[in-house]
């Protein structure tokens, strides 16, 4: 039946799949357990799930409107404003400390569905926002705008962390948290825990994006134009 759907519908069943084995992981420890103590990691991958949707809308707006227009302008920063919930979701690894020892493969099985599936999330948004980029830019020029965005989400993961400050933050409270930046970017000598967070998540975020990207365009799933990566079974299939 798979192989009668095209590759999105593919792709969005299997994710489909997958978060129902996430979710039904965290409801057998609920009911094992008669506790919801893990309810933060379903929360924290719903709000991982945002910036792929607000992606899906900006591809969709930026078919008919310039970037630089206002609602393609808005759409990207609530955008980059979600996105570092997706990769936050690794920092939620520092909770198995917590796990009682006879739980802890359980725990591991469920802290790992989940977390990947809030990354994988993540990188789906960032591929589209990148192709986006790669059509309008070069190359080079496209690669360093997603580097850039990982940079900001790999210091938004150290001021969640560390702060414990969120997404909202940036409406409801942004006096309080642009103080929080700024006394941390006009006195970096003070937090020197900042820079090895910070730079150790970046160069985890590129590093793993590099892969997923080329792996994308290999599998011609950005750039359908591109000669096939598999020429011999392509030749097979016809």
């Not at 057998?28 to 929360?43: C, F, I, K, P």
């Not at 310039?66 to 609530?78: H, T, V």
């Not at 020892?101 to 591991?108: E, G, K, P």
């Not at 790999?154 to 103080?179: C, E, K, Q, T």
Request: positive net charge.
């Amino acid at each position: 039946m798979l192989r009668n759907l095209n590759p999105r519908r593919q792709f969005i069943l299997s994710l489909l799949f997958a978060m129902a084995v996430s979710i039904g992981l965290f409801g057998y420890g609920a009911y094992h357990s008669q506790s919801l103590r893990y309810d933060y990691l379903v929360w924290n991958l719903f709000l991982a799930a945002v910036p792929l949707v607000i992606a899906i809308r900006l591809v969709h707006v930026l078919r008919s409107k310039r970037w630089s227009a206002w609602e393609p302008m808005g759409w990207s920063l609530l955008w980059l404003m979600f996105v570092p919930n997706s990769f936050y979701m690794i920092s939620d690894f520092i909770h198995l400390r917590n796990v009682a020892q006879a739980d802890i493969l359980y725990a591991t099985v469920l802290f790992t569905s989940l977390i990947y599936l809030g990354v994988l999330l993540g990188f789906c948004s960032l591929i589209l926002i990148h192709h986006e980029l790669r059509r309008r830019l070069h190359a080079a020029a496209a690669y360093a705008w997603i580097a850039g965005a990982l940079l900001v989400c790999s210091f938004a993961i150290y001021i969640g962390r560390d702060l414990r400050w969120n997404s909202w933050d940036v409406i409801f409270n942004p006096a309080g948290l642009l103080f929080d930046i700024s006394d941390r970017v006009l006195r970096p000598e003070d937090y020197p825990t900042m820079f090895v967070t910070v730079i150790s998540f970046f160069a985890l975020l590129i590093s793993l994006y590099s892969v997923v990207w080329a792996g994308a365009r290999l599998l011609r799933l950005v750039d359908p134009h591109q000669a096939s990566a598999f020429p011999q079974l392509a030749k097979r299939r016809s």
